[in-house]
């Protein structure tokens, strides 16, 4: 089910819990070692609101924290025949904000974060402990507003580009197939290279038809968005640089002269969110158009008027834009692909401070790199805006965003990593779990005059029968303090371990258990075999 068409049983879901929650912030702090504590038992009830407000001192003032921001720039350096160029130094690099020049203050060189020699990925639970700073490819299949013909060609692309790569992927792969019912993950990391290609050679692809009926635009258009989304803040807590490659048209040919204006700026805002989104996540946009050379437009007036890649809202300058490239007009889509590869595996990590502390959010920061070296470019993302805390959670009234964030989570089996989860079953009872929030992942507000330091997550848990329909959702809201003891401010490094069981069903094989970190809006998720502890009755 797409999310936008059940997002009314979320609400339905949160009806229930009675309490407001507050937002809590974290501000940057250079880190502390935190003595070892034990987790924090959380309840399944929340308790009542209260307003973040300043920090009280002893002399009656008030101390007021703020965030300061922190860009990372991955930049790919080729020179005037398109070879990469992998032998700079940080004084080659000048980079400007705004106009405004900045100063690096971390250059990490191209290839600084290799796979270790002797690990061998194959899950991303493997990729986060044994190479958490490793770049990675995901690759995917835009199966909703590509020609049936072109997917095939670009299944044959793919396969062969693979075909020639060796057995051992030198980069961690990902592969991912999407169309209007559907987000598919046909493989998690691996670096097994015959995996990715037998995962390729079982997905069976349907026809398209969708792609013809100009009545579905808004929701392949729905789709392209909510895909980035969802692979930006499932990937988001491994910090090393992803490469997405995304094979297919991206958006539908769509001209926006004969819309209203407020559907034009429906779309702006999506963009807007969709930059951020992949910049805090690292995400670099490749988007390779499979249709190759053509004689005529095959995809309507409408894509010939604007580009190969859609509407007035160009795929390309979305991939643009995050400091990728669109690749469209040639038939060797393999060695479109490979182009990709090498990009994504051939970046320098340049990280500053900004200067200007505007923080007005409608106002996009446009990024500049120049090279002290002649004849040679530097291909960045363009810029950003200024991306504003979560909002406040209602879970009364949950906003249509934080319905569609779970949602995606909870519909999803690729695994969210943006909070570090783990899970224990009861050994008593087949239907009660404790699910582990690691340290890393939560963020507590600082005490007040009137409240302690706190910590909010919410905590959803839906099971599913062995057709994967989904059986039953169970929403909650879930604050908890930390004890008086603990410092008033700073950094606070304690886990919380949370108590969950779930409806009792004979059908139930399958759980998942999604947590978001109300003050951050990261996500995480857990899977529950439930077969192995219970029967399933035929």
């Given at each position: 089910m797409r999310p936008y068409f059940t997002c009314a049983l979320l609400l339905s879901s949160f009806a229930a819990i009675a309490q407001t929650p507050a937002p809590a912030t974290v501000p940057e702090q250079a880190p502390q070692q935190a003595p070892q504590q034990p987790p924090l038992q959380a309840p399944n009830t929340s308790t009542a609101p209260n307003a973040s407000q300043p920090t009280a001192n002893a002399n009656g003032t008030y101390t007021i924290q703020r965030t300061a921001r922190i860009v990372v720039l991955d930049v790919v350096v080729s020179d005037a025949k398109g070879n990469i160029v992998t032998d700079l130094k940080k004084d080659d690099f000048n980079i400007t904000e705004a106009k405004e020049p900045q100063t690096v203050l971390n250059f990490e060189p191209a290839n600084a974060h290799p796979l270790p020699p002797n690990a061998t990925i194959n899950s991303t639970a493997e990729l986060d402990a044994l190479a958490p700073r490793a770049p990675v490819n995901i690759i995917l299949l835009d199966e909703f507003n590509t020609r049936f013909e072109d997917m095939a060609f670009a299944r044959y692309s793919l396969k062969k580009f693979l075909e020639k790569q060796p057995d051992k992927l030198t980069t961690?792969?990902?592969?991912?197939?999407?169309?209007?019912?559907?987000?598919?993950?046909?493989?998690?990391?691996?670096?097994?290279?015959?995996?990715?290609?037998?995962?390729?050679?079982?997905?069976?692809?349907?026809?398209?038809?969708?792609?013809?009926?100009?009545?579905?635009?808004?929701?392949?258009?729905?789709?392209?968005?909510?895909?980035?989304?969802?692979?930006?803040?499932?990937?988001?807590?491994?910090?090393?640089?992803?490469?997405?490659?995304?094979?297919?048209?991206?958006?539908?040919?769509?001209?926006?002269?004969?819309?209203?204006?407020?559907?034009?700026?429906?779309?702006?805002?999506?963009?807007?969110?969709?930059?951020?989104?992949?910049?805090?996540?690292?995400?670099?946009?490749?988007?390779?158009?499979?249709?190759?050379?053509?004689?005529?437009?095959?995809?309507?007036?409408?894509?010939?008027?604007?580009?190969?890649?859609?509407?007035?809202?160009?795929?390309?300058?979305?991939?643009?834009?995050?400091?990728?490239?669109?690749?469209?007009?040639?038939?060797?889509?393999?060695?479109?692909?490979?182009?990709?590869?090498?990009?994504?595996?051939?970046?320098?990590?340049?990280?500053?401070?900004?200067?200007?502390?505007?923080?007005?959010?409608?106002?996009?920061?446009?990024?500049?790199?120049?090279?002290?070296?002649?004849?040679?470019?530097?291909?960045?993302?363009e810029g950003y805006y200024i991306q504003m805390p979560p909002a406040r959670v209602d879970p009364t009234n949950p906003s249509r965003r934080l319905a569609f964030d779970l949602m995606n989570a909870e519909s999803s089996t690729m695994a969210y990593d943006g909070v570090p989860l783990s899970l224990t079953s009861s050994p008593t009872d087949v239907d009660t779990f404790t699910i582990h929030v690691d340290a890393r992942g939560l963020a507590w507000s600082f005490a007040t005059d009137t409240e302690p330091r706190h910590a909010e997550v919410i905590v959803m848990a839906t099971t599913f029968d062995k057709k994967g329909k989904e059986l039953k959702r169970i929403a909650r809201n879930i604050k908890v303090s930390a004890p008086t003891d603990v410092p008033p401010t700073g950094r606070l490094e304690r886990a919380l371990n949370i108590n969950f069981k779930l409806d009792h069903n004979p059908k139930a094989i399958r759980a998942r258990f999604v947590v978001r970190v109300t003050a951050t809006g990261r996500i995480g998720t857990a899977d529950a075999n439930l077969a192995q502890a219970q029967p399933v009755n035929h």
């Open positions: 961690p792969t990902m592969l991912l197939a999407v169309n209007l019912q559907n987000f598919i993950v046909l493989q998690d990391y691996t670096q097994n290279k015959q995996a990715v290609i037998a995962a390729l050679d079982h997905h069976f692809v349907a026809f398209p038809w969708q792609a013809h009926q100009q009545a579905w635009l808004s929701e392949r258009f729905s789709t392209a968005f909510s895909t980035l989304m969802r692979v930006a803040q499932a990937t988001v807590g491994h910090p090393g640089h992803k490469n997405m490659i995304w094979i297919g048209r991206g958006f539908p040919a769509l001209n926006f002269a004969n819309l209203q204006v407020d559907a034009a700026s429906r779309v702006d805002n999506a963009v807007q969110l969709c930059v951020n989104a992949l910049r805090d996540a690292r995400v670099t946009l490749y988007s390779i158009d499979p249709a190759g050379l053509q004689v005529n437009n095959t995809y309507g007036s409408d894509a010939e008027f604007n580009d190969p890649f859609g509407g007035n809202y160009q795929f390309n300058r979305l991939a643009k834009a995050t400091g990728g490239k669109a690749l469209y007009g040639r038939n060797d889509v393999d060695a479109e692909i490979g182009t990709s590869v090498r990009d994504g595996a051939s970046f320098y990590t340049l990280t500053y401070r900004p200067t200007n502390a505007d923080l007005n959010p409608q106002k996009f920061r446009k990024i500049q790199v120049t090279l002290n070296r002649p004849g040679l470019i530097a291909t960045t993302r």
